[in-house]
């Protein structure tokens, strides 16, 4: 399985980025999807999920309303947009892949994870 994230960059304060992240190696429609991110020195912390019928979405109350999850199974990818972005984004952010029932936001339930995409937010 792999999980091959991208997308990341150096954006000013207020600007938006992209990120994608392409899976290979197992049934994408059958995996919900998250991301995650984590900053220097700190843990990593949840971001967003969504369920593998993109139906269901959860994001962490430091990102809502900034930050959309989505995806397309026929690419077996998902996508975090991240609009208005702050210097407390900066953080490398991992996708990630789960098939338990119903979406999750602890990192220890997930299975695969990406190798990290860095986002760095000048002030």
């Known amino acids: 399985v792999q999980l091959q994230a991208f997308g990341g960059g150096l954006v000013q304060a207020g600007g938006s980025l992209r990120l994608s992240c392409e899976a290979s190696?197992?049934?994408?429609?059958?995996?919900?999807m998250g991301w995650f991110r984590q900053a220097p020195g700190k843990e990593r912390e949840f971001v967003a999920v969504?369920?593998?019928?993109?139906?269901?979405?959860s994001y962490a109350d430091s990102v809502k309303g900034r930050f959309t999850i989505s995806r397309d199974n026929a690419k077996n990818t998902v996508y975090l947009q991240l609009n208005s972005l702050k210097p407390e984004d900066t953080a490398v952010y991992y996708c990630?892949?789960?098939?338990?029932?119903?979406?999750?936001?602890?990192?220890?339930?997930?299975?695969?994870w990406g190798q990290g995409t860095l986002v760095t937010v000048s002030s």
């Open positions: 990630a892949a789960h098939n338990a029932p119903g979406i999750r936001k602890d990192r220890n339930e997930y299975d695969y």
């Open positions: 969504i369920s593998w019928t993109g139906i269901s979405r």
């Open positions: 190696g197992l049934t994408f429609s059958n995996y919900n």
